[in-house]
């Protein structure tokens, strides 16, 4: 059993079943500091259940959740998750609210001052790359990417430990794809921060993973580096996944 006493978030032995059906079955994992994890797997096979259980949307059925070695309850939850950005496709941004508000409206409810509300979104605008006028826009005016960033700024906003991403890039085009991958690798870098990221499409694995978590039924089949996947599949299902997308993964993987 592999030690994650530095993990800032662990998994012990968590599960969660609904009826019959086991959508998690009994896993352990840890999330190293200042690192990217990423999820991978096909729909349906318990990644983004597993991050909707670290930020505290679902409750584990059994096993606990620690967060700096604080485990999460429901009289925590509140508390610890200020220190969870989370950001869902499209961004998630309630339709009837500005950019703006959509971003300050967790700073606002703690009573942020507006001093470091606005401070704060110039320094998050600047990071996302989007120009300060488009926050006075509803999102319904705004594009799929631009969307997206906003989600990005949101999730950012009260500067958290951890940084949650559940398929941020799925509903976008190719091109406006593309440019967010090499963004968020960007953001990722600047910021140093640790990164659960939920996709699956082996190539943004290979491309923002220090480790990478395959999943499949509801339980974890291999963790390790793209070499390690590539290199050393733990099962034919490993090998399978990564063939059906090996053409799409960078020159120089592994």
């Not at 349906?44 to 949307?57: A, P, Y």
């Amino acid at each position: 059993m592999e030690d994650y006493a530095s993990a800032l978030i662990t998994l012990e032995n968590v599960s969660k079943s609904y009826g019959l059906h086991t959508v998690l079955a009994p896993v352990t994992l840890g999330f190293e500091r200042g690192k990217t994890t990423v999820l991978i797997g096909p729909s349906g096979c318990g990644k983004s259940t597993l991050l909707r259980m670290i930020v505290g949307l679902i409750h584990p059925d059994t096993g606990r959740l620690l967060f700096d070695g604080e485990e999460l309850r429901v009289d925590n939850i509140e508390q610890l998750r200020h220190r969870i950005g989370y950001v869902i496709q499209e961004g998630g941004l309630f339709p009837h609210l500005t950019a703006e508000r959509n971003v300050a409206l967790l700073a606002r409810y703690l009573e942020r001052s507006e001093d470091w509300i606005g401070r704060r979104m110039k320094t998050l605008a600047d990071l996302v790359r989007i120009p300060v006028e488009l926050l006075q826009r509803f999102p319904r005016d705004l594009s799929g990417g631009q969307r997206q960033r906003i989600g990005i700024m949101r999730a950012l906003m009260l500067d958290p430990q951890v940084l949650l991403l559940d398929e941020p890039l799925g509903a976008l085009d190719p091109v406006t794809r593309y440019e967010l991958q090499d963004e968020l690798k960007h953001i990722f870098g600047a910021l140093g921060k640790t990164v659960v990221l939920v996709t699956h499409d082996m190539n943004e694995a290979a491309y923002f993973g220090d480790t990478i978590v395959m999943m499949r039924d509801g339980r974890i089949v291999q963790r390790g580096t793209l070499a390690d996947l590539l290199h050393h599949p733990a099962e034919d299902y490993v090998r399978d996944f990564i063939r059906a997308q090996r053409a799409t993964l960078p020159e120089n993987a592994g």
